[in-house]
């Protein structure tokens, strides 16, 4: 969002409500794609 930082909150008004502005980490994802970039499922959405 123009004109805002970090713990600033923008908000988008509607069903959409307000988000607080969040730091972008620049490291690198690299190890996240070696392991095929696969998140796990939480074990909860086994049991529907």
Do not use: C, H, Q, W
């Not at 008004?13 to 070696?34: D, Q, T, W, Y």
């Amino acid at each position: 969002a123009y004109g805002k930082s970090v713990g600033d909150y923008v908000d988008y008004g509607g069903l959409l409500g307000r988000a607080p502005i969040m730091e972008v980490r620049k490291i690198s994802g690299a190890k996240f794609v070696n392991r095929g970039g696969r998140i796990p499922a939480p074990t909860r959405s086994l049991t529907n």
